[in-house]
Protein backbone atom coordinates (compact mmCIF):
# COMPACT_ATOMS: atom_id res chain seq x y z
CA UNK A 1 0.00 0.00 0.00
CA UNK A 2 1.45 3.17 -1.12
CA UNK A 3 1.50 5.96 1.72
CA UNK A 4 2.64 9.53 0.87
CA UNK A 5 3.54 12.30 2.71
CA UNK A 6 5.18 14.32 0.10
CA UNK A 7 3.95 17.80 0.00
CA UNK A 8 3.11 17.98 -3.43
CA UNK A 9 0.70 14.39 -3.62
CA UNK A 10 -0.51 15.69 -0.66
CA UNK A 11 -1.41 19.23 -2.26
CA UNK A 12 -3.64 17.18 -4.84
CA UNK A 13 -5.38 15.63 -3.10
CA UNK A 14 -6.66 18.74 -1.08
CA UNK A 15 -8.99 20.21 -3.60
CA UNK A 16 -11.68 18.69 -5.39
CA UNK A 17 -13.51 21.00 -8.01
CA UNK A 18 -15.69 22.86 -5.45
CA UNK A 19 -13.08 25.71 -4.98
CA UNK A 20 -13.40 24.79 -1.16
CA UNK A 21 -9.98 26.37 0.46
CA UNK A 22 -7.62 25.47 3.52
CA UNK A 23 -8.08 21.66 3.53
CA UNK A 24 -5.29 19.73 5.15
CA UNK A 25 -4.28 16.11 5.67
CA UNK A 26 -0.76 13.57 7.72
CA UNK A 27 -1.11 11.60 4.29
CA UNK A 28 -2.67 9.94 1.54
CA UNK A 29 -2.87 6.36 1.42
CA UNK A 30 -3.87 4.28 -2.13
CA UNK A 31 -4.60 0.88 -0.82
CA UNK A 32 -4.32 -1.64 -3.82
CA UNK A 33 -7.06 -4.04 -2.10
CA UNK A 34 -9.65 -4.48 -0.48
CA UNK A 35 -7.78 -6.58 2.50
CA UNK A 36 -5.36 -3.33 2.51
CA UNK A 37 -8.20 -1.29 2.68
CA UNK A 38 -9.72 -3.43 5.44
CA UNK A 39 -6.58 -3.72 7.60
CA UNK A 40 -5.88 0.22 7.30
CA UNK A 41 -9.09 1.03 8.33
CA UNK A 42 -8.87 -0.85 11.81
CA UNK A 43 -5.68 0.63 12.62
CA UNK A 44 -7.53 4.15 12.20
CA UNK A 45 -10.49 3.01 13.69
CA UNK A 46 -8.13 2.03 17.33
CA UNK A 47 -6.34 5.47 16.63
CA UNK A 48 -9.89 7.33 15.91
CA UNK A 49 -7.79 9.08 12.83
CA UNK A 50 -10.18 10.51 10.72
CA UNK A 51 -10.03 9.65 7.40
CA UNK A 52 -11.58 10.94 4.08
CA UNK A 53 -12.35 9.53 1.08
CA UNK A 54 -11.74 10.48 -2.32
CA UNK A 55 -12.72 9.43 -6.07
CA UNK A 56 -12.44 11.47 -8.91
CA UNK A 57 -12.44 14.85 -6.85
CA UNK A 58 -14.51 16.20 -9.43
CA UNK A 59 -17.37 16.40 -6.48
CA UNK A 60 -18.59 20.41 -5.98
CA UNK A 61 -19.52 20.30 -2.16
CA UNK A 62 -15.88 19.61 -0.85
CA UNK A 63 -16.96 15.93 0.17
CA UNK A 64 -13.69 15.22 -0.58
CA UNK A 65 -11.57 17.32 0.67
CA UNK A 66 -9.65 16.56 4.11
CA UNK A 67 -9.54 18.51 7.32
CA UNK A 68 -7.33 17.08 9.24
CA UNK A 69 -6.10 12.83 9.61
CA UNK A 70 -5.88 10.54 6.82
CA UNK A 71 -6.60 10.82 3.01
CA UNK A 72 -7.46 7.43 1.27
CA UNK A 73 -7.96 7.48 -2.40
CA UNK A 74 -9.52 4.69 -4.12
CA UNK A 75 -7.17 5.47 -7.02
CA UNK A 76 -5.55 2.56 -6.93
CA UNK A 77 -7.81 -0.60 -5.76
CA UNK A 78 -8.58 -3.52 -7.53
CA UNK A 79 -10.11 -2.21 -10.99
CA UNK A 80 -13.37 -4.17 -12.43
CA UNK A 81 -15.03 -3.61 -15.19
CA UNK A 82 -17.38 -6.17 -16.66
CA UNK A 83 -20.53 -5.87 -18.64
CA UNK A 84 -22.92 -9.32 -18.66
CA UNK A 85 -24.74 -8.65 -21.79
CA UNK A 86 -26.49 -11.66 -20.51
CA UNK A 87 -27.71 -10.11 -17.27
CA UNK A 88 -27.95 -6.44 -18.95
CA UNK A 89 -25.39 -5.22 -16.01
CA UNK A 90 -22.35 -3.67 -15.47
CA UNK A 91 -20.01 -5.18 -12.30
CA UNK A 92 -17.55 -2.45 -11.47
CA UNK A 93 -14.73 -1.67 -9.00
CA UNK A 94 -15.67 1.92 -7.25
CA UNK A 95 -12.59 3.47 -9.35
CA UNK A 96 -14.08 3.02 -12.91
CA UNK A 97 -14.45 5.98 -14.54
CA UNK A 98 -17.76 6.90 -15.59
CA UNK A 99 -16.57 7.21 -19.46
CA UNK A 100 -15.19 4.49 -19.23
CA UNK A 101 -18.29 2.64 -18.51
CA UNK A 102 -20.30 4.49 -21.11
CA UNK A 103 -17.60 3.01 -23.45
CA UNK A 104 -17.77 -0.35 -22.57
CA UNK A 105 -21.41 -0.61 -22.33
CA UNK A 106 -21.63 0.84 -25.74
CA UNK A 107 -19.61 -1.41 -27.62
CA UNK A 108 -21.70 -4.23 -26.35
CA UNK A 109 -24.65 -2.60 -27.05
CA UNK A 110 -25.96 -1.40 -24.29
CA UNK A 111 -26.16 1.81 -22.47
CA UNK A 112 -25.88 3.77 -18.86
CA UNK A 113 -28.35 6.51 -19.34
CA UNK A 114 -27.84 8.42 -15.94
CA UNK A 115 -25.47 10.95 -17.93
CA UNK A 116 -23.71 13.23 -15.50
CA UNK A 117 -22.02 15.76 -17.52
CA UNK A 118 -18.45 14.56 -15.63
CA UNK A 119 -17.03 11.93 -17.38
CA UNK A 120 -13.92 11.41 -15.29
CA UNK A 121 -15.57 11.12 -12.08
CA UNK A 122 -15.85 7.09 -10.29
CA UNK A 123 -18.93 5.14 -10.17
CA UNK A 124 -17.68 5.34 -6.50
CA UNK A 125 -18.37 9.07 -6.52
CA UNK A 126 -21.49 9.10 -8.37
CA UNK A 127 -22.90 6.46 -6.08
CA UNK A 128 -22.01 8.28 -2.95
CA UNK A 129 -23.70 11.47 -3.94
CA UNK A 130 -26.57 9.97 -6.53
CA UNK A 131 -25.08 11.73 -9.82
CA UNK A 132 -28.09 12.59 -11.97
CA UNK A 133 -27.81 14.31 -15.68
CA UNK A 134 -29.73 15.62 -18.26
CA UNK A 135 -31.23 12.10 -19.40
CA UNK A 136 -32.53 12.05 -15.35
CA UNK A 137 -35.67 13.88 -16.56
CA UNK A 138 -36.53 10.33 -18.36
CA UNK A 139 -33.98 7.53 -16.81
CA UNK A 140 -33.94 9.03 -13.11
CA UNK A 141 -30.71 9.46 -10.92
CA UNK A 142 -27.96 6.67 -9.88
CA UNK A 143 -29.77 5.34 -7.40
CA UNK A 144 -32.24 3.75 -10.10
CA UNK A 145 -29.24 1.75 -11.71
CA UNK A 146 -27.61 0.20 -8.60
CA UNK A 147 -28.68 -3.34 -8.14
CA UNK A 148 -26.29 -4.38 -4.98
CA UNK A 149 -23.04 -2.84 -3.57
CA UNK A 150 -20.38 -3.64 -1.38
CA UNK A 151 -19.49 -1.21 1.53
CA UNK A 152 -16.32 -1.37 3.85
CA UNK A 153 -17.35 0.35 7.03
CA UNK A 154 -15.53 2.61 9.32
CA UNK A 155 -14.44 -0.60 11.64
CA UNK A 156 -13.54 -2.43 8.04
CA UNK A 157 -16.62 -4.80 8.72
CA UNK A 158 -18.34 -4.91 5.44
CA UNK A 159 -22.08 -4.60 4.16
CA UNK A 160 -23.25 -6.33 0.90
CA UNK A 161 -26.65 -5.28 -0.69
CA UNK A 162 -28.54 -6.78 -3.09
CA UNK A 163 -31.26 -4.52 -4.24
CA UNK A 164 -34.85 -6.15 -2.72
CA UNK A 165 -32.95 -7.97 -0.31
CA UNK A 166 -33.34 -5.46 2.90
CA UNK A 167 -36.81 -3.52 3.47
CA UNK A 168 -37.23 -1.84 5.86
CA UNK A 169 -40.01 -3.01 8.59
CA UNK A 170 -43.12 -1.35 9.75
CA UNK A 171 -42.30 1.76 11.82
CA UNK A 172 -39.30 2.33 9.90
CA UNK A 173 -36.71 0.53 11.44
CA UNK A 174 -34.00 -1.79 9.79
CA UNK A 175 -32.07 -4.88 11.80
CA UNK A 176 -29.43 -6.10 9.48
CA UNK A 177 -26.25 -8.17 10.39
CA UNK A 178 -22.73 -6.82 8.77
CA UNK A 179 -20.74 -9.97 7.22
CA UNK A 180 -18.88 -10.28 10.67
CA UNK A 181 -22.10 -11.14 12.00
CA UNK A 182 -22.32 -7.80 13.24
CA UNK A 183 -26.43 -6.82 14.52
CA UNK A 184 -27.29 -3.33 13.43
CA UNK A 185 -30.75 -1.85 14.54
CA UNK A 186 -31.57 1.25 13.67
CA UNK A 187 -34.58 3.76 13.47
CA UNK A 188 -34.85 5.71 9.93
CA UNK A 189 -34.86 9.62 10.43
CA UNK A 190 -38.17 11.12 10.45
CA UNK A 191 -38.61 13.93 7.96
CA UNK A 192 -40.16 13.26 4.73
CA UNK A 193 -38.05 14.11 1.91
CA UNK A 194 -39.45 16.26 -1.22
CA UNK A 195 -40.79 13.74 -4.02
CA UNK A 196 -38.66 15.41 -6.75
CA UNK A 197 -34.89 15.16 -7.97
CA UNK A 198 -32.68 15.32 -4.91
CA UNK A 199 -29.87 14.78 -3.48
CA UNK A 200 -30.09 16.73 -0.19
CA UNK A 201 -28.64 14.25 3.08
CA UNK A 202 -29.35 10.62 3.87
CA UNK A 203 -32.81 9.43 1.36
CA UNK A 204 -35.53 8.08 3.71
CA UNK A 205 -38.33 6.51 2.67
CA UNK A 206 -41.54 3.90 3.88
CA UNK A 207 -40.56 0.37 3.49
CA UNK A 208 -37.23 2.07 1.44
CA UNK A 209 -34.73 -0.90 0.69
CA UNK A 210 -31.26 -0.37 2.23
CA UNK A 211 -29.42 0.01 -0.54
CA UNK A 212 -31.19 3.12 -0.95
CA UNK A 213 -29.62 4.32 2.29
CA UNK A 214 -26.22 3.89 1.28
CA UNK A 215 -26.77 5.56 -2.34
CA UNK A 216 -26.43 9.45 -1.40
CA UNK A 217 -24.86 8.87 1.98
CA UNK A 218 -21.81 10.75 1.11
CA UNK A 219 -18.85 8.43 2.36
CA UNK A 220 -20.32 8.84 5.81
CA UNK A 221 -21.84 5.50 6.07
CA UNK A 222 -19.25 3.46 4.71
CA UNK A 223 -16.94 2.66 1.35
CA UNK A 224 -18.64 1.77 -1.15
CA UNK A 225 -16.34 -1.01 -2.78
CA UNK A 226 -18.06 -2.40 -5.62
CA UNK A 227 -20.98 -2.29 -7.39
CA UNK A 228 -23.40 -3.84 -9.85
CA UNK A 229 -25.32 -1.08 -11.88
CA UNK A 230 -28.19 -1.77 -14.24
CA UNK A 231 -27.78 -0.91 -18.25
CA UNK A 232 -30.40 0.11 -20.81
CA UNK A 233 -29.94 -1.63 -24.68
CA UNK A 234 -28.43 1.44 -26.58
CA UNK A 235 -31.24 2.85 -28.56
CA UNK A 236 -30.53 2.77 -32.91
CA UNK A 237 -30.16 6.90 -32.04
CA UNK A 238 -30.21 9.90 -29.94
CA UNK A 239 -30.86 12.86 -31.70
CA UNK A 240 -30.33 16.14 -30.09
CA UNK A 241 -31.98 19.48 -31.03
CA UNK A 242 -30.57 22.83 -29.71
CA UNK A 243 -33.58 25.55 -30.61
CA UNK A 244 -33.56 29.24 -29.77
CA UNK A 245 -36.22 31.60 -28.89
CA UNK A 246 -36.56 35.44 -29.06
CA UNK A 247 -38.22 35.64 -25.73
CA UNK A 248 -37.16 33.55 -22.33
CA UNK A 249 -41.30 33.31 -22.19
CA UNK A 250 -41.68 31.46 -25.57
CA UNK A 251 -38.66 28.88 -23.91
CA UNK A 252 -40.58 28.02 -20.67
CA UNK A 253 -43.99 27.91 -22.67
CA UNK A 254 -41.76 25.39 -25.08
CA UNK A 255 -40.31 23.45 -21.95
CA UNK A 256 -43.68 23.27 -20.06
CA UNK A 257 -45.09 21.66 -23.37
CA UNK A 258 -42.28 19.02 -23.70
CA UNK A 259 -42.43 18.16 -19.94
CA UNK A 260 -46.26 17.77 -20.36
CA UNK A 261 -45.85 15.68 -23.34
CA UNK A 262 -43.74 13.58 -21.20
CA UNK A 263 -46.27 13.14 -18.15
CA UNK A 264 -48.65 13.04 -20.35
CA UNK A 265 -50.95 10.18 -22.23
CA UNK A 266 -49.28 9.68 -25.74
CA UNK A 267 -49.79 7.70 -29.17
CA UNK A 268 -48.23 4.70 -28.47
CA UNK A 269 -46.35 5.48 -31.58
CA UNK A 270 -45.17 9.18 -30.46
CA UNK A 271 -41.61 9.31 -29.07
CA UNK A 272 -40.71 11.91 -26.46
CA UNK A 273 -38.12 14.08 -24.93
CA UNK A 274 -35.57 12.50 -22.71
CA UNK A 275 -34.06 15.28 -21.50
CA UNK A 276 -34.61 19.26 -21.84
CA UNK A 277 -32.23 22.16 -20.52
CA UNK A 278 -32.52 25.59 -20.39
CA UNK A 279 -30.01 28.33 -21.45
CA UNK A 280 -31.38 32.23 -20.44
CA UNK A 281 -30.04 34.93 -21.69
CA UNK A 282 -27.41 35.86 -20.21
CA UNK A 283 -26.16 32.18 -20.71
CA UNK A 284 -26.85 33.13 -24.41
CA UNK A 285 -24.87 36.22 -24.14
CA UNK A 286 -21.53 34.22 -22.62
CA UNK A 287 -22.42 31.62 -25.25
CA UNK A 288 -22.01 33.97 -28.05
CA UNK A 289 -18.43 35.09 -27.34
CA UNK A 290 -17.30 31.32 -28.39
CA UNK A 291 -20.34 31.02 -30.88
CA UNK A 292 -21.13 33.87 -32.98
CA UNK A 293 -23.29 32.23 -35.32
CA UNK A 294 -25.97 32.07 -32.45
CA UNK A 295 -28.94 33.75 -34.32
CA UNK A 296 -28.59 37.44 -33.61
CA UNK A 297 -32.49 37.55 -31.75
CA UNK A 298 -31.64 34.96 -29.55
CA UNK A 299 -32.85 35.65 -25.97
CA UNK A 300 -32.67 31.70 -24.24
CA UNK A 301 -32.57 28.01 -25.76
CA UNK A 302 -33.84 24.88 -24.91
CA UNK A 303 -31.34 21.78 -25.65
CA UNK A 304 -33.62 18.52 -25.59
CA UNK A 305 -32.92 14.96 -26.77
CA UNK A 306 -35.40 12.21 -28.40
CA UNK A 307 -34.62 8.56 -28.74
CA UNK A 308 -35.48 7.22 -31.84
CA UNK A 309 -35.58 3.38 -31.46
CA UNK A 310 -36.82 2.59 -34.96
CA UNK A 311 -36.84 4.51 -38.63
CA UNK A 312 -40.66 4.80 -38.64
CA UNK A 313 -39.88 7.45 -35.26
CA UNK A 314 -38.26 9.83 -37.82
CA UNK A 315 -41.47 10.50 -39.12
CA UNK A 316 -42.56 11.75 -35.73
CA UNK A 317 -39.83 14.52 -35.93
CA UNK A 318 -42.30 17.01 -37.68
CA UNK A 319 -44.25 17.26 -34.70
CA UNK A 320 -42.00 19.00 -33.23
CA UNK A 321 -41.26 21.12 -35.95
CA UNK A 322 -44.52 22.40 -35.45
CA UNK A 323 -44.56 22.92 -32.43
CA UNK A 324 -41.36 24.98 -32.32
CA UNK A 325 -43.74 27.05 -35.19
CA UNK A 326 -46.03 27.30 -31.98
CA UNK A 327 -43.63 28.87 -29.89
CA UNK A 328 -42.46 31.04 -32.56
CA UNK A 329 -38.99 29.55 -33.02
CA UNK A 330 -37.66 27.37 -36.24
CA UNK A 331 -36.79 24.76 -36.92
CA UNK A 332 -34.26 25.37 -39.64
CA UNK A 333 -32.88 28.09 -36.69
CA UNK A 334 -32.12 24.98 -34.76
CA UNK A 335 -28.88 23.33 -34.48
CA UNK A 336 -29.71 19.41 -35.01
CA UNK A 337 -27.04 16.23 -33.63
CA UNK A 338 -27.80 13.76 -35.82
CA UNK A 339 -25.04 12.02 -36.42
CA UNK A 340 -21.51 11.47 -34.27
CA UNK A 341 -20.18 14.80 -35.59
CA UNK A 342 -23.25 17.20 -35.20
CA UNK A 343 -23.63 15.71 -32.05
CA UNK A 344 -20.56 15.85 -30.52
CA UNK A 345 -20.69 19.85 -31.54
CA UNK A 346 -23.71 20.03 -29.27
CA UNK A 347 -22.28 18.50 -26.71
CA UNK A 348 -18.93 20.57 -26.46
CA UNK A 349 -21.53 24.05 -26.93
CA UNK A 350 -23.52 22.65 -23.97
CA UNK A 351 -20.47 22.10 -22.00
CA UNK A 352 -18.52 25.46 -22.87
CA UNK A 353 -21.10 27.41 -20.55
CA UNK A 354 -19.56 25.91 -17.24
CA UNK A 355 -15.93 26.35 -18.51
CA UNK A 356 -16.77 29.89 -19.27
CA UNK A 357 -18.10 30.38 -15.95
CA UNK A 358 -15.00 29.27 -14.58
CA UNK A 359 -13.08 31.81 -16.32
CA UNK A 360 -15.28 34.38 -15.17
CA UNK A 361 -14.86 33.26 -11.69
CA UNK A 362 -11.42 33.25 -12.20
CA UNK A 363 -11.26 36.77 -13.80
CA UNK A 364 -13.51 37.89 -11.27
CA UNK A 365 -11.33 36.70 -8.03
CA UNK A 366 -13.95 35.95 -6.15
CA UNK A 367 -16.09 32.37 -6.20
CA UNK A 368 -19.57 32.08 -7.52
CA UNK A 369 -23.01 31.55 -5.62
CA UNK A 370 -24.24 28.37 -7.49
CA UNK A 371 -28.04 27.21 -6.64
CA UNK A 372 -28.36 23.37 -7.02
CA UNK A 373 -32.38 23.92 -6.39
CA UNK A 374 -35.25 21.72 -7.55
CA UNK A 375 -39.11 22.70 -7.38
CA UNK A 376 -42.10 20.75 -7.86
CA UNK A 377 -43.30 21.18 -11.40
CA UNK A 378 -46.21 23.39 -10.40
CA UNK A 379 -43.89 25.91 -8.68
CA UNK A 380 -41.65 25.90 -11.25
CA UNK A 381 -42.83 29.06 -12.41
CA UNK A 382 -43.10 31.01 -9.11
CA UNK A 383 -39.39 29.66 -8.62
CA UNK A 384 -38.57 31.13 -11.81
CA UNK A 385 -40.35 34.56 -11.22
CA UNK A 386 -38.55 34.64 -7.91
CA UNK A 387 -35.32 34.47 -9.16
CA UNK A 388 -35.80 37.05 -12.17
CA UNK A 389 -37.66 39.42 -9.83
CA UNK A 390 -34.71 39.06 -7.25
CA UNK A 391 -32.06 39.91 -9.36
CA UNK A 392 -33.53 42.78 -11.58
CA UNK A 393 -31.54 45.65 -10.41
CA UNK A 394 -29.57 43.67 -7.82
CA UNK A 395 -25.90 44.64 -9.57
CA UNK A 396 -24.40 41.18 -10.08
CA UNK A 397 -23.65 39.34 -13.19
CA UNK A 398 -25.22 35.98 -13.11
CA UNK A 399 -26.50 33.16 -15.42
CA UNK A 400 -29.08 30.72 -15.28
CA UNK A 401 -28.67 27.13 -17.13
CA UNK A 402 -29.71 23.67 -16.24
CA UNK A 403 -31.93 20.66 -16.04
CA UNK A 404 -35.67 22.54 -16.80
CA UNK A 405 -36.82 18.94 -17.56
CA UNK A 406 -36.49 18.42 -14.00
CA UNK A 407 -37.29 21.72 -12.71
CA UNK A 408 -33.85 22.19 -11.59
CA UNK A 409 -31.90 25.06 -12.94
CA UNK A 410 -28.25 26.05 -12.08
CA UNK A 411 -28.32 29.79 -11.33
CA UNK A 412 -24.71 31.12 -10.63
CA UNK A 413 -23.97 34.16 -9.22
CA UNK A 414 -20.54 35.54 -10.43
CA UNK A 415 -19.46 38.52 -7.86
CA UNK A 416 -16.64 40.28 -8.57
CA UNK A 417 -15.72 41.86 -4.97
CA UNK A 418 -15.96 40.82 -1.47
CA UNK A 419 -19.22 42.76 -1.00
CA UNK A 420 -21.37 41.15 -4.22
CA UNK A 421 -19.90 38.15 -2.64
CA UNK A 422 -21.98 39.17 0.37
CA UNK A 423 -24.86 40.12 -1.24
CA UNK A 424 -24.78 37.05 -3.41
CA UNK A 425 -24.88 34.86 -0.75
CA UNK A 426 -27.79 36.58 1.29
CA UNK A 427 -29.62 36.17 -1.96
CA UNK A 428 -28.99 32.48 -2.36
CA UNK A 429 -30.21 31.91 1.57
CA UNK A 430 -33.73 33.95 0.42
CA UNK A 431 -33.42 31.36 -2.62
CA UNK A 432 -32.81 28.29 -0.45
CA UNK A 433 -36.23 29.35 1.74
CA UNK A 434 -37.70 29.72 -1.15
CA UNK A 435 -37.66 26.97 -2.87
CA UNK A 436 -38.01 24.91 0.66
CA UNK A 437 -41.38 26.98 1.07
CA UNK A 438 -42.70 25.75 -2.27
CA UNK A 439 -41.40 22.00 -1.32
CA UNK A 440 -38.13 21.56 -3.07
CA UNK A 441 -35.05 20.53 -2.80
CA UNK A 442 -31.75 22.71 -1.67
CA UNK A 443 -29.48 20.15 -3.58
CA UNK A 444 -30.73 18.03 -5.88
CA UNK A 445 -27.62 16.66 -7.80
CA UNK A 446 -24.50 18.03 -5.81
CA UNK A 447 -25.08 16.59 -2.27
CA UNK A 448 -24.86 18.64 0.42
CA UNK A 449 -20.74 18.19 1.23
CA UNK A 450 -18.83 20.54 3.52
CA UNK A 451 -20.36 23.14 2.03
CA UNK A 452 -24.07 22.97 2.20
CA UNK A 453 -24.78 22.23 6.39
CA UNK A 454 -26.70 25.35 7.08
CA UNK A 455 -29.38 24.88 4.41
CA UNK A 456 -29.87 21.38 4.66
CA UNK A 457 -30.76 22.74 8.35
CA UNK A 458 -33.25 25.00 6.38
CA UNK A 459 -34.69 22.36 4.51
CA UNK A 460 -35.68 19.85 7.53
CA UNK A 461 -34.80 20.69 10.71
CA UNK A 462 -31.81 20.85 13.49
CA UNK A 463 -33.63 18.12 15.01
CA UNK A 464 -33.87 16.14 11.74
CA UNK A 465 -30.15 16.61 10.71
CA UNK A 466 -29.64 15.53 14.38
CA UNK A 467 -31.25 12.33 13.61
CA UNK A 468 -28.58 12.22 10.89
CA UNK A 469 -26.11 11.93 12.83
CA UNK A 470 -27.46 9.56 14.87
CA UNK A 471 -27.77 7.27 12.17
CA UNK A 472 -23.93 7.85 11.09
CA UNK A 473 -23.11 6.85 14.49
CA UNK A 474 -24.39 3.06 13.98
CA UNK A 475 -22.46 2.32 11.06
CA UNK A 476 -19.66 4.31 12.01
CA UNK A 477 -19.25 4.16 16.11
CA UNK A 478 -15.73 5.83 16.18
CA UNK A 479 -16.99 8.64 14.10
CA UNK A 480 -13.61 8.30 11.86
CA UNK A 481 -15.28 8.33 8.41
CA UNK A 482 -15.80 11.26 6.02
CA UNK A 483 -16.47 14.07 8.82
CA UNK A 484 -18.07 16.98 8.63
CA UNK A 485 -20.12 15.85 5.49
CA UNK A 486 -23.89 16.22 5.51
CA UNK A 487 -23.87 18.19 8.58
CA UNK A 488 -20.90 19.60 11.32
CA UNK A 489 -19.08 16.97 12.84
CA UNK A 490 -19.76 19.01 16.33
CA UNK A 491 -23.37 17.10 15.90
CA UNK A 492 -22.25 13.66 16.87
CA UNK A 493 -21.08 14.83 20.04
CA UNK A 494 -24.91 15.77 20.66
CA UNK A 495 -26.61 12.49 20.38
C1 LIG B 1 -17.71 20.18 -14.81
C2 LIG B 1 -18.51 19.37 -13.81
C3 LIG B 1 -19.76 18.90 -14.17
C4 LIG B 1 -20.51 18.17 -13.25
N1 LIG B 1 -21.72 17.69 -13.65
C5 LIG B 1 -22.46 16.96 -12.80
C6 LIG B 1 -23.73 16.43 -13.20
O1 LIG B 1 -24.16 16.59 -14.33
N2 LIG B 1 -24.43 15.73 -12.28
C7 LIG B 1 -23.97 15.50 -11.02
O2 LIG B 1 -24.66 14.85 -10.25
N3 LIG B 1 -22.77 15.98 -10.62
C8 LIG B 1 -22.01 16.68 -11.48
N4 LIG B 1 -20.78 17.16 -11.08
C9 LIG B 1 -20.30 16.87 -9.73
C10 LIG B 1 -19.47 15.56 -9.60
O3 LIG B 1 -19.01 15.11 -10.85
C11 LIG B 1 -20.30 14.48 -8.93
O4 LIG B 1 -20.64 14.88 -7.63
C12 LIG B 1 -19.60 13.11 -8.87
O5 LIG B 1 -20.54 12.14 -8.44
C13 LIG B 1 -18.38 13.06 -7.96
O6 LIG B 1 -17.67 11.86 -8.21
P1 LIG B 1 -16.11 11.74 -7.88
O7 LIG B 1 -15.65 10.36 -8.16
O8 LIG B 1 -15.35 12.81 -8.54
O9 LIG B 1 -16.16 11.93 -6.31
P2 LIG B 1 -15.28 12.82 -5.33
O10 LIG B 1 -15.36 14.25 -5.70
O11 LIG B 1 -13.94 12.23 -5.19
O12 LIG B 1 -16.12 12.58 -4.00
C14 LIG B 1 -17.44 13.01 -3.88
C15 LIG B 1 -17.99 12.50 -2.54
O13 LIG B 1 -18.16 11.08 -2.58
C16 LIG B 1 -17.34 10.47 -1.56
N5 LIG B 1 -16.81 9.24 -2.18
C17 LIG B 1 -16.04 9.14 -3.28
N6 LIG B 1 -15.81 7.84 -3.56
C18 LIG B 1 -16.45 7.12 -2.61
C19 LIG B 1 -16.60 5.73 -2.36
N7 LIG B 1 -16.03 4.80 -3.13
N8 LIG B 1 -17.33 5.35 -1.30
C20 LIG B 1 -17.93 6.26 -0.48
N9 LIG B 1 -17.81 7.59 -0.67
C21 LIG B 1 -17.09 8.01 -1.72
C22 LIG B 1 -16.27 11.49 -1.24
O14 LIG B 1 -15.76 11.30 0.05
C23 LIG B 1 -17.06 12.77 -1.38
O15 LIG B 1 -17.83 13.00 -0.24
C24 LIG B 1 -20.00 17.90 -11.96
C25 LIG B 1 -18.73 18.36 -11.62
C26 LIG B 1 -17.99 19.08 -12.52
C27 LIG B 1 -16.62 19.55 -12.13
Request: hydrophobic fraction near 40%; charge should be neutral; glycine fraction near 8%.
Amino acid sequence: MLIKTDRDTILDYLEDSSGIKGGFVDEVVFPESERELISFLKELGIKKTPVTISGGKTGVTGGAVPFGGVLISTESLNRKLEVCKDKGIAKVSCNVRLKEIEEAALKEGFMYPVDPTEKDAFIGGNIATNASGAKSFRFGSTRDYVTSLRAVLADGDMLWIKRGEHICNRGNTFCISTQAGRSLNFKLPSYKMPAIKNAAGYFVKEKMDLIDLFIGQEGTLGIIIEAEIRLIKSPKNIIGILSFFESEEGSLSFSDRLRELSHGELHEKDITPISIEFFDMRSIEMLRQEYKHIPPNASAAIFFELMIDKDADYDMLGRYERMLKDFSSDIDKSWCGMDAKTKERLREFRHKLPVLVNEQVKRNGFPKVGTDIAVPKEYFRIMYSFYKDSLENFGISYVIFGHIGDCHLHLNLLPKNEEEFLRAKELYLKFIDKAVSLGGTISAEHGIGKLKHAYLERMYSKEHVLQMARLKKVFDQNCILNMDNIFPKEYLKQV
